[in-house]
């Protein structure tokens, strides 16, 4: 399972972006791995797809992952407290609810492997408390 971020989500959508290309390679590199996702991400993914691109392409989104292109991870309703917990620790990048979400889900899933176009943010948050993420995306393809 490798997790998503929205900022990947709206990179893939969008051929004028400065990480659409990276978006697609990583995307078609690891094609066979299931992407997970929480709602706060595909909240903000819509929104900003959406307000960047026309309604259309909100459509078009959620298109795509309701024939699966991710699998959406419910939290339970405890997390909120801990989603809470990480957006006041890092308050000052800031991490919004869709990272915190994030967080939250690697603590759950036990996975380190993301797709973000939040470089400065993923480097910065740990999951576990101690553990860096490793961010797919903006990694070079060997």
């Known amino acids: 399972m490798i997790l998503a971020d929205s900022g990947f989500w709206y990179a893939l959508s969008a051929p004028r ?7 697609v390679r990583a995307a078609r590199e690891h094609a066979s791995e299931t992407l997970v996702s929480t709602w706060p991400v595909i909240t903000e993914a819509c929104y900003l797809i959406g ?3 026309g309604p259309l392409k909100s459509l078009e989104f ?4 309701a024939a699966g292109a991710c699998s959406i991870m419910e939290l339970p309703p405890v997390s909120i407290a801990r989603m809470h917990r990480l957006m006041k620790k890092y308050a000052d990048l800031p991490m919004d609810l869709a990272d915190a979400s994030l967080v939250v889900l690697a603590d759950e899933l036990g996975e380190s492997r993301i797709m973000s176009t939040d470089e400065r943010d ?3 948050y740990r999951w576990k408390n101690t553990k860096p993420f490793k961010n797919l995306l903006l990694t070079k393809p060997a």
């Open 62 to 65: 959620l298109e795509h992952v």
């Open 51 to 53: 307000d960047r691109g």
């Open 122 to 124: 993923f480097r910065a």
């Open 17 to 23: 972006d400065r990480y659409h290309k990276a978006a």
